[in-house]
């Protein structure tokens, strides 16, 4: 079959790697793509957000299966656009309906949902600009550390969490007066704060039946130590060793169970990917977030241990037949780190040649923010690059990452050297 992969990122290359391996893969795309997926698939310059051109591509290149790596064309409706035309309906999109990606493009909606189906999450409540005063007043009756979150979508860095009562004020002010996520703010929630270890679940769900890949933590901070700014991601560690069989099995019956059934309750047409984020707060799971696609870095910890065929797998979820599919995971531990352009996640520079990019066997090397310039390869966003080492043990599989980490330069590089440490002082 011929398929498109929509997304630019670390995430689509691994995607891209995947499917290209597939007995059942004829021809194979991707829009926009980077520079590592040029070297095994075809890349097409197309937004991922502009239905209409990919639509007409899907058709004179006669695509089977759309997989939507991004969540901006999930949640602008991708999968109902192409549902409700009759040339394209049976074009298989693997992602989620419009009402299904509310779950990430509406941190109250979620919220809310949890909320209708007896879901653990954090105490919350939600602001508008017109609410400001009534949002100020909601602050200073709770006690702190206060989470404060924009509503929409905003790159991953729409979380705001403040030690004082003072610096959650001007916070609140500056998300809701002065727009600070643009419209991604237009409303806030503010939740109770969950005092324990974050990890991500991921799920694939036909609607009905679901399969659980592999957990993964993340380290969202740029610096060192979880401190400084937001980012999209700076590294993932896969297996998390505290989400033990007794602790998973919780997950299961209170999150994941209830999630698929609540969509189904509300005839939310949902066939993709959920990633759910939680704390696991003593011992306990509590829902900090839904999102509606795979994690950037966490692809790049967990699909490289799924071993299934993929295709398969999301050739299922049209059918309602993913109870049929048999999902096998390498007993091994990932540890990813991601190299990015200095000044991220504020401003940096483009254009910086490249150089290390040789294949190895101790590490993988997915490409995100890279383009191709004059033979050469150069850097073309914020997150550059992410390195992927397995091993048996998490020391190991880090030092293969850290070792593809110190292999590759261009000026004003940046990576954190801390991944995984804090799981190797739990160990």
Not at 56 to 73: L, T
Not at 220 to 236: F, H, Q, W
Request: glycine letters at 10%; proline letters at 4%; hydrophobic letters at 40%.
């Amino acid at each position: 079959m011929n398929i498109l992969v929509i997304g630019s990122g670390g995430r689509e290359h691994v995607f891209t790697e995947r499917l290209h391996k597939s007995p059942k893969c004829d021809k194979l795309f991707v829009a926009p793509g980077n520079a590592g997926t040029s070297t095994i698939a075809e890349n097409i310059d197309l937004k991922p957000t502009d239905f209409e051109g990919i639509a007409n591509f899907c058709q004179s290149e006669k695509i089977d299966m759309v997989i939507v790596g991004p969540e901006a064309p999930l949640v602008e409706g991708i999968a109902d656009y192409f549902n409700a035309k009759e040339e394209l309906k049976d074009i298989h999109v693997v992602g989620p309906s419009k009402a299904g990606a509310e779950l990430e493009g509406s941190k109250d909606f979620s919220k809310a949902f949890m909320q209708r189906h007896s879901i653990p999450t954090a105490a919350y409540a939600t602001f508008t600009k017109d609410q400001l005063d009534e949002g100020l007043k909601y602050l200073r009756s709770i006690i702190g550390p206060y989470v404060l979150k924009a509503d929409g979508l905003a790159a991953g860095k729409g979380v705001i969490i403040c030690e004082t009562l003072e610096q959650a004020e001007k916070s609140l002010i500056e998300m809701l007066k002065d727009a600070k996520f643009g419209d991604a703010s237009s409303k806030v929630v503010i939740e109770e704060f969950l005092k324990g270890i974050e990890l991500s679940v991921f799920v694939l769900t036909d609607g009905e039946n679901y399969k659980i890949l592999p957990e993964a933590k993340d380290y969202k901070r740029i610096g060192e130590g979880d401190t400084g700014l937001n980012t999209g991601g700076m590294g993932a560690i896969s297996p998390v060793h505290f989400a033990n069989k007794s602790f998973m099995d919780k997950v299961e019956s209170k999150i994941i169970k209830p999630t698929i059934d609540g969509l189904a309750k509300e005839q939310i047409d949902y066939k993709g990917f959920i990633f759910i984020g939680l704390m696991n707060v003593g011992g306990e799971p509590y829902v900090i977030e839904y999102n509606v696609r795979m994690g950037d870095p966490e692809t790049q910890v967990v699909l490289p241990r799924v071993t299934s065929d993929l295709v398969p797998l999301f050739e299922s979820l049209k059918s309602k037949s993913l109870n049929k599919q048999k999902l096998v995971v390498e007993d091994n531990i990932a540890a990813t780190v991601v190299l990015v352009a200095g000044g991220y996640p504020e401003a940096y520079k483009k254009g910086n040649s490249i150089s290390g990019l040789k294949a190895s066997d101790n590490y993988t090397i997915y490409q995100a923010g890279t383009a191709r310039q004059d033979g050469k390869i150069v850097t073309a966003g914020g997150r550059v690059l992410a390195i992927t080492g397995k091993g048996s043990h998490l020391q190991e599989a880090l030092n293969k990452a850290y070792e593809g980490a110190n292999s590759v330069c261009w000026d004003d590089i940046y990576y954190r050297k801390d991944i995984g440490q804090d799981l190797l002082a739990l160990s």
